[in-house]
């Protein structure tokens, strides 16, 4: 299980600027953490990844978070229900 911030999926190469300094590539966006994912997926891992907010389960931040749950041991990953806040 890993939890990230939820630019963690835009994960991916990164492209020089002609004044030397280094950025994402954004033509390459998420290619990095797709490989990731596929490399996991290539080792008999099912995986699976959402973006949660911590305050839908009572911890007080509204920020986003990804969550990501890879197992193989071929039962269903299960994804917890809210238990705080508005539905919806």
């Known amino acids: 299980m890993v939890e990230n911030v939820e630019e ?3 994960w991916g190469p990164l492209k020089r ?12 966006k998420g290619e990095t953490f797709r490989a990731w994912v596929q ?3 290539r080792l008999g891992y099912r995986v699976e990844w959402r973006m949660v907010r911590g305050c839908d389960y ?18 269903a ?10 539905p919806g």
Do not use: F
């Open 39 to 41: 490399a996991l997926e």
């Open 8 to 10: 963690y999926t835009g």
């Open 58 to 75: 009572g911890d007080p931040t509204i920020r986003k978070r990804l969550l990501v749950i890879a197992r193989r041991d071929g039962l």
């Open 17 to 28: 600027r002609p004044d030397g300094v280094w950025v994402r590539d954004p033509a390459r």
């Open 77 to 86: 990953i299960p994804w917890p229900a809210p238990t705080h806040g508005q």
